[in-house]
């Protein structure tokens, strides 16, 4: 079963492309337009083995949140498309990722149930050409378009780059684990509903 797919997403806002590949090797070529957000899915990619290639056109001349948002849609419903109705996923998974002083906690449920807790605080308004509120709106836009419940807690930290970065790493690291196929259950979803 391979676990691939591609979508394109285009509103008046925004015109997006998407390739995925679950069991991939975390290769990536990514380009939103917004340097940071570039930075950040290139972790994504890389530390979740998920091969990802994205190109974003948005409507940057205003500000960089409908690029930003539409991006976490795009990545969230290819994953899921992917996904092949979770069949033999392990579905639970966490991450505590240490970056220098920073530590960050993700926990999350494959679950079809959209939920995000963003416990993450950061003392600069930006980062690069980035509006720091602007992580919340994808994290918010990917759980809620992936069928994620997401959990992503900063524990502590000083330096925002780091805290955003490790959030990033930690979704990252908590998805290659949650979308494993379990040898136990190879053909079955993962709950007593028989569905997700």
């Known amino acids: 079963m391979k676990r691939k797919a591609d979508i394109t997403r285009k509103t008046k806002e925004t ?12 290769q990536y070529k990514i380009d939103t337009g917004i340097g940071f957000l570039d930075h950040m899915l290139e972790q994504l990619s890389k530390h979740s083995s998920i ?4 190109k974003a056109k948005g409507d ?13 849609i795009a990545i969230g419903e290819c994953l899921k498309k992917a996904s092949k109705n979770f069949v033999g996923i392990k579905r639970y998974a966490h991450a505590l990722l240490p970056m220098d002083e920073t530590l960050t906690r993700v926990a999350l449920d494959v679950s079809n149930r959209p939920y995000l807790i963003w416990n993450v605080k950061l003392k600069v308004e930006k980062l690069g050409e980035m509006d720091t ?13 992936a069928g994620i419940t997401l959990h992503v807690e900063n524990i502590y930290g000083d330096n925002s780059h780091h805290i ?3 959030c990033y790493k930690g979704l990252a690291r908590s998805l ?21």
């Open 15 to 26: 015109s997006i492309k998407v390739e995925l590949n679950i069991d991939g090797k975390g």
């Open 133 to 145: 509120e602007l992580f919340k709106e994808w994290f918010q836009a990917f759980a809620q378009s």
């Open 51 to 54: 091969d990802l290639k994205v």
């Open 176 to 196: 290659r684990a949650a979308l494993e196929l379990d040898p136990k259950n190879k053909n079955t979803v993962p709950s007593t509903k028989g569905s997700l």
């Open 60 to 72: 940057t001349h205003i500000d960089l949140h409908h690029t930003t948002e539409d991006t976490g």
């Open 164 to 166: 955003i970065e490790s």
